[in-house]
């Protein structure tokens, strides 16, 4: 099946720095999607991307549909305290039976205040 | 709060038990899914339902039965579990079968001993 390879698997940075990460597929994918998990609740949607080469901003979000559609990325800008938790990456192909979700194994991000 | 609310939050139960999942959405929504999360691993399709019928069953194991007595409501029906199906069980729910559209309810952490 298909897979996504997330990186980075985790984080350590100081509040205030900017963070990037990034999913790839050996596949394509007609809708990229970045969830934010906190510790002991359900992943919340972030950011939805449907076309090749989309940015699209959510506040200090930044994500990326690669203009290949194998890949996104998601930067996060002045990171803050609350930003700690586990981001997700998916992929979707769409159209018929196609609505499965392919998710990325995560990035852990700590923040340091 | 996202309107998806999973009972109970933590179970414990040994390998001859029988328990139930249970998710309510309050969003309206005629799609529920189970996913289910292990550590470090990406998360897993288990089962779809769409307008109470399922449409979906990711090759999961008999002893993990699925249940949707309406739009609302979601059961995951447990017995002779194994140590490794410990994980986090997440409910969601979406308007269609549009996954990137849905909503995650907080989960149910469940330890099999």
């Known amino acids: 099946g298909q897979q996504l390879n997330q990186s980075p698997q985790s984080m350590f940075i100081q509040e205030g720095e900017d963070v990037s990460m990034n999913c790839t597929s050996s596949s394509i994918f007609n809708t990229w999607l970045w969830y934010k998990q906190d510790p002991g609740e359900g992943p919340v949607l972030l950011i939805a991307l449907y076309k090749a080469g989309e940015l699209t901003s959510n506040g200090r979000l930044t994500a990326q549909f690669g203009i290949t559609r194998k890949d996104s990325f998601l930067n996060i800008s002045a990171s803050i305290p609350s930003d700690v938790g586990i981001y997700f990456c998916a992929g979707q192909l769409g159209g018929g039976s196609n609505y499965k979700l392919t998710f990325g194994k995560g990035t852990l991000l700590t923040v340091n205040p | 709060e996202t309107g998806v609310t999973q009972t109970p939050r933590h179970l414990v139960m040994g390998m001859t038990n029988k328990k139930s999942l249970k998710c309510e959405q309050h969003?309206?929504?005629?799609?529920m899914y189970w996913y289910k999360q292990s550590a470090k691993k990406p998360l897993e399709l288990m089962f779809v339902y769409n307008f109470k019928e399922q449409t979906e069953n990711n090759s999961v194991p008999s002893r993990f039965s699925p249940e949707c007595p309406n739009s609302s409501h979601l059961f995951l029906h447990l017995h002779t579990l194994q140590p490794e199906d410990s994980a986090l069980y997440l409910c969601a729910s979406s308007q269609g079968p549009r996954m990137t559209e849905a909503f995650f309810g907080q989960g149910t952490r469940l330890t099999v001993v």
């Open positions: 969003l309206g929504h005629n799609a």
